[in-house]
């Protein structure tokens, strides 16, 4: 199985306040992604990044940031949570985008 | 706009039976991939298949990417083969891989 860990698992927060999500891959892939999945819209793209520092905005980027300092990490912040963003949250890790993709274990959060 | 769709969105079948998933596109495609994710919500990389055919055991794909589609084939079905069965492309050179919808395979013992 592909290394990757996404922490926390699960996670509940109070709407307005920052949340951080973080992908950690030992593979040394260049690509990283971050998937949002709710019921009847399998799962959407939030942002990807083909390189350290390297990032770009996917279908549903709104609400939504990104960094990657470091090859091996990717983070996902909403800066103000709100109820419409609670889903269970995907980060996925490819070689190069036309290699196949791999995903993590996915982190439930709920907004309350 | 890009468009991903996959047929059936259901799909209810006998322990043995066959089935076969569908995967349509709007757009010329680099990068086509099916992918199981099971009741535990675990997804799995079935195939990389730009084009042509690749088999794994009971499993094999087909994509005719001259007439954007794809399809999954699932022979004699197992209780273990449940769950959604997703197809990512992507369309274009833009780097961004979009899924279809699902379809939802249900098996019965």
């Known amino acids: 199985d592909a290394g990757i860990t996404q922490s926390p698992r699960h996670k509940v927060t109070e709407t307005g306040t920052p949340v951080t999500l973080r992908c950690h891959q030992t593979e040394n892939h260049r690509y990283m992604y971050w998937y949002r999945q709710d019921p009847g819209h399998g799962l959407r793209l939030i942002h990807y990044?083909?390189?350290?520092?390297?990032?770009d905005k996917g279908e549903v980027s709104d609400g939504y940031s990104v960094s990657r300092s470091k090859t091996e990490d990717f983070l996902l912040t909403l800066e103000s949570a709100t109820s419409s963003q609670t889903s269970v949250y995907f980060c996925?890790?490819?070689?190069?985008?036309?290699?196949?993709?791999?995903f993590g274990s996915g982190t439930q959060l709920s907004v309350l | 706009g890009i468009q991903v769709e996959q047929s059936p969105p259901d799909l209810i079948l006998q322990e043995g039976a066959n089935s076969t998933l569908r995967c349509n596109f709007s757009d010329s495609v680099n990068n086509l991939q099916w992918f199981h994710q099971n009741p535990w919500g675990q997804l799995i990389n079935l195939f990389y298949?730009?084009?042509g055919t690749k088999q794994n055991g009971r499993l094999s794909a087909t994509t005719v990417a001259t007439e954007r589609y794809s399809l999954l084939y699932i022979s004699s079905s197992q209780t273990t083969d449940s769950g959604v069965y997703f197809c990512?492309?992507?369309?274009?050179?833009?780097?961004?891989?979009?899924f279809g919808k699902g379809t939802r395979l249900h098996i019965l013992p």
């Open positions: 990044s083909y390189g350290v520092k390297d990032t």
């Open positions: 996925a890790i490819s070689e190069d985008s036309y290699e196949k993709l791999f």
């Open positions: 990512a492309v992507e369309l274009g050179r833009d780097d961004k891989i979009i």
């Open positions: 298949i730009p084009s």
